[in-house]
């Protein structure tokens, strides 16, 4: 009978074990740092919660930041996520396990607003092309990178305060006042690599480009268009309020 009973015990007892095992490998993708404003997430189950701070998110949520919102979240591999306002990500694939590089895998979709990232293990150990953040207009893969993505639509009031007309001049079919819509990124540190149905660009510090969509090869840009003035640097990230444009004077937001 004792015996039995052990039997039944060391069952439970590895049953728990791989119970928790699974538990921690499906795991949470990120923990938020901070947030302000009303930014929520849906789950893959359709759910919708809001986020505050110390809130998880999982791989396959939808993080949303509504208007005059952001939000910072740092990623269990130790990479580090914000979000500006009016801004729509999905964690489509997400795993990191210290102990099996090779199974690395990190996707994000940057379907509408902007984003600053700043890479962790992923994509610096193992398979350097595990790390992905895909959007409308190209897919960007990292090497060790700071980088900033803006999605700018026909008339958006963000990019035409922001943005220097002296370098809009120089992107290809711009009308004249007029922000192209597309996607624009900037590059701090170390480098990405944009690519999409028309080809490849490397771009590497300090550089910026433009990408209208995904049938348009990626070009770089003469200068940095503005990403500067809505990512600023605050340490090494920016602040939330820098991101909501709380601190910064009146003139900072003029077009130049």
């Known amino acids: 009978m004792k015996a039995v009973w052990s039997a039944v015990n060391l069952f439970w007892v590895l049953a728990f074990c791989l119970l ?8 949470e993708a990120a923990v938020v740092l901070s947030v302000s ?5 849906q789950g893959a189950n359709g759910k919708i919660r809001t986020l505050a701070k110390d809130s998880t998110v999982d791989s396959g949520d939808v993080v949303t930041t509504e208007k005059s919102s952001a939000a910072r979240l740092r990623f269990s591999d130790g990479s580090t996520v914000i979000l500006r306002p009016g801004s729509r990500l999905v964690i489509e694939k997400y795993r990191f396990d210290e102990g099996h590089p090779d199974a690395d895998s990190a996707v994000l979709n940057l379907v509408k607003g902007g984003l600053r990232s700043v890479s962790g293990l992923v994509g610096k ?3 350097k092309d595990a790390y992905l953040t895909r959007t409308p207009a190209a897919n960007i893969g990292i090497r060790g990178t700071d980088f900033a993505l803006l999605l700018c639509e026909q008339g958006d009031a963000t990019c035409a305060v922001a943005f220097k007309q002296e370098v809009m001049d120089a992107i290809p079919g711009r009308i004249q006042g007029e922000i192209p819509a597309g996607l ?3 590059v701090f540190e170390g480098m ?3 690519g999409n149905r028309a080809g490849e660009k490397l771009f590497p510090a300090v550089k910026a480009g433009y990408v209208a969509n995904f ?18 640097i605050l340490g090494n990230l920016p602040g939330l309020d820098d991101l909501l444009g709380e601190g910064q004077s009146q003139g900072a937001c003029l077009v130049r």
């Open 20 to 27: 928790a095992q699974a538990t921690w490998a499906a795991g």
């Open 37 to 41: 404003g009303t930014v929520a997430a």
């Open 125 to 127: 150990r193992g398979n």
């Open 184 to 186: 624009y990124l900037a």
């Open 192 to 194: 990405i690599i944009a």
């Open 215 to 232: 049938d348009t090869l990626p070009i770089e840009l003469s200068d940095d268009p503005g990403m500067g003035l809505l990512f600023p």
